[in-house]
């Protein structure tokens, strides 16, 4: 008897980009989506990380459909190299890949500020490049964070260096993101199209389950850590809610998804609701601007 869930088959057909697809919560959404069926793009700036990552999917998951799409998010050059070489009618792209370092000094290779050149401008960038290869029905999934309620964002000012700390500026990243998903929710208005936000809630490595080349947790640590699953969750259950957001009929453009439990640290995907700053259609129109004209690249009508 095939042991597998009911829905193990139920994305067979579906090809779905994930972007920093090697490890944490992009990792786990690569292997949750192959299982049931779909064809996973992976998109990844180091080869070697991606290498690993496709043989730990392989080992749980033998049947897996993927294929590595090289990109550095970091820079306009490879994401032009990246949108070229797809080539693939995409049914939905899970923007995930992120970086956490906040000082005054971390650049992209344009130039940007290291957390906003890559976490939003980078994925608006290959946006723009694969509008073309988007199914008529397909899902664009912006993955924000808890941490985006903490920011203020003045599109006037995304080049300027950061001087304040991590946690504000990648939350100031993350919402810019997520504004701009906003915005393709007004933009395709009409159309069958979906731009939706989600977020992973506080998911953490020693609560994950472990898989060969990814985080390593020594068993110490992770005993330790089960005392908190009550309150936080491993990043396989942090997946969830992205995962949803990608495939789910329940799911619909302009919602936000994350977990429902106390807080939205964990618990299974529901819909939650995101600042008013990441909603303002002003907010969002010169954010929209601003990545025009800092990348030089336009989004297509």
């Not at 988007?134 to 003045?154: E, N």
Request: with cysteine; net charge neutral; hydrophobic share 45%.
């Amino acid at each position: 008897m095939d042991s597998r869930p009911s829905h193990a088959h139920e994305l067979v057909g579906r090809t779905i980009l994930v972007t920093g697809a090697n490890a944490g919560i992009g990792y786990w959404c690569v292997e949750k989506l192959a299982a049931r069926g779909a064809r996973v793009l992976l998109g990844c700036r180091s080869p070697e990380r991606a290498r690993t990552a496709v043989d730990a999917v392989v080992t749980h998951v033998p049947e897996a459909d993927l294929r590595v799409i090289p990109v550095d998010l970091g820079s306009l050059d490879s994401i032009r190299s990246a949108a070229g070489e797809i080539g693939e009618r995409l049914d939905a792209i899970i923007c995930n890949a992120g970086v956490k370092t906040a000082r005054p000094d971390a650049r992209t290779a344009d130039g940007f500020d290291l957390m906003i050149g890559t976490n939003f401008l980078g994925h608006f960038a290959l946006l723009a490049q694969v509008a073309s290869l988007l199914d008529d029905d397909a899902r664009v999934v912006a993955v924000g964070s808890i941490a985006h309620r903490f920011a203020r964002l003045d599109p006037d000012r995304l080049a300027d260096p950061w001087r304040g700390s991590s946690l504000r500026q990648y939350g100031r990243s993350k919402a810019a993101l997520m504004a701009f998903a906003v915005g393709l929710d007004r933009r395709w208005s009409g159309s069958a199209l979906s731009a939706l936000c989600a977020h992973p809630g506080y998911a953490v490595d020693p609560l994950t389950a472990p898989r060969p080349g990814l985080a390593q947790v020594p068993a110490p640590v992770r005993a330790l850590a089960a005392l908190s699953r009550p309150f936080v969750q491993g990043k396989d259950d942090g997946a969830a809610p992205l995962i949803h957001a990608a495939t789910s009929p329940e799911a619909m453009s302009g919602e936000y998804w994350g977990p429902g439990g106390m807080l939205e640290f964990r618990g299974a995907p529901a819909r939650v609701t995101a600042s008013d700053e990441v909603r303002s259609p002003a907010t969002g129109a010169a954010l929209w601007a601003a990545a025009e004209r800092m990348t030089g690249i336009r989004f297509p009508a």
